[in-house]
């Protein structure tokens, strides 16, 4: 086994204490990507628009948008960890194993507006002007600890936005895009992002990861503090994390179920209690060229452990980028950095 360090230290400021810290969680067999995102999957893109008002509002959108739709459908599959969650377009995923549109994140009771949005753009899009089916795949998770999240303030504008600035270059992370209202393991979560670089036979495949956490639990790292509402709960009932897994390994729609899986249990090391209120989800989908032979099932082990360990790293990302927020009702949620320094 060899041991790779990410750019983890220089991108997040943190200190040599705090990076042995985190070495269990952000090292492991495979090295990351040149931007450590899942754009270092090729033809991936991400976008995103914060809504705001410094106050009462703190949600917004995110858009992961794979360039290879422009000409095909994309293999693809889901795993469900907890199933309480608004996820839109998981049965049609699941049934036909095919992907046909980008993939967007919001708050909870802005799903099925963001999923409106997305038919719309869609509909618009060069090639649809005979679509009368679509299948939209938006996910959520629920920010109403830090936002006022029955205002449901977002816009097709909004949406449009997303899908339309998505770019190849590194993802901004944490209280950003859908991540801005989100709390994860007592500390402000959010986007988080990483990728792994694995090699199967004598040829090389790209994992890449993009979280949003919201969960519950606790962040395996001794010597964290505890957060302001520690002894009570760690986080009100309705908290989800959706990760997305995007490789260019050629595999089929079966073949990225037990993908996502492995996204789905990377949670645990993370440190999530996958409790009764989560909504844990994973959707994996492939960008290989459809005339690439497939890989047989008994090389997908490299696959595997690499789409675990970006998927640790990414939800570990997610809470380094974060800053503290205060929500309306003076609930404080500190950033993980804020108050973490060993």
């Known amino acids: 086994m060899t041991t790779q360090q990410p750019d983890a230290t220089a991108r997040y400021r943190l200190t040599a204490a705090q990076t042995r810290a985190l070495a ?175 090699t199967v036979g004598e040829t090389g495949a790209s994992v890449g990861v993009l979280a949003l956490t919201n969960f519950s639990g606790r962040l395996p790292i001794a010597g964290l503090p505890n957060p302001p509402w520690a002894g009570t709960v760690l986080e009100p009932e309705g908290n989800s994390c959706v990760l997305l897994v995007a490789t260019d390994a050629p595999v089929d729609a079966r073949q990225l179920g037990r993908i996502a899986r ?21 959707i994996a989908f492939g960008t290989a060229d459809p005339d690439r032979r497939l890989l047989p099932d008994r090389q997908l082990t490299p696959i595997f452990t690499a789409t675990t360990e970006a998927t640790v790293a990414a939800i570990v990302h997610s809470l380094l980028a974060a800053t503290g927020a205060t929500s309306a009702s003076g609930r404080v949620v500190p950033g993980l950095l804020d108050v973490w320094r060993p």
């Not at 996204?263 to 994973?282: K, N």
């Open 24 to 198: 269990p969680l952000l090292t492991g067999r495979h090295a990351p990507g040149p931007l450590d995102a899942i754009v270092d999957v090729a033809g991936i893109r991400v976008g995103h628009t914060t809504v705001t008002d410094g106050t009462s509002v703190r949600t917004g959108v995110t858009a992961v948008v794979p360039d290879q739709l422009d000409s095909r459908r994309l293999p693809a599959n889901l795993a469900v960890g907890n199933g309480h969650g608004k996820l839109v377009g998981a049965t049609q995923l699941v049934e036909l194993g095919e992907l046909e549109t980008p993939i967007l994140l919001t708050a909870t009771l802005s799903t099925f507006r963001v999923a409106d949005a997305l038919v719309t753009w869609m509909l618009g899009r060069p090639g649809q002007q005979a679509t009368t089916t679509l299948n939209p795949v938006v996910g959520e998770c629920n920010d109403a600890g830090l936002s006022d999240i029955r205002l449901r303030p977002i816009t097709p504008e909004h949406v449009f936005a997303a899908l339309d600035g998505a770019s190849a270059e590194r993802p901004g992370e944490g209280a950003i895009g859908a991540g801005t209202g989100m709390s994860t393991m007592g500390f402000k979560g959010g986007i988080g992002t990483a990728s792994r670089c694995a």
């Open 262 to 282: 492995r996204a789905v249990y990377a949670m645990g090391p993370a440190g999530a209690e996958f409790a009764h209120g989560s909504g844990d989800y994973a």
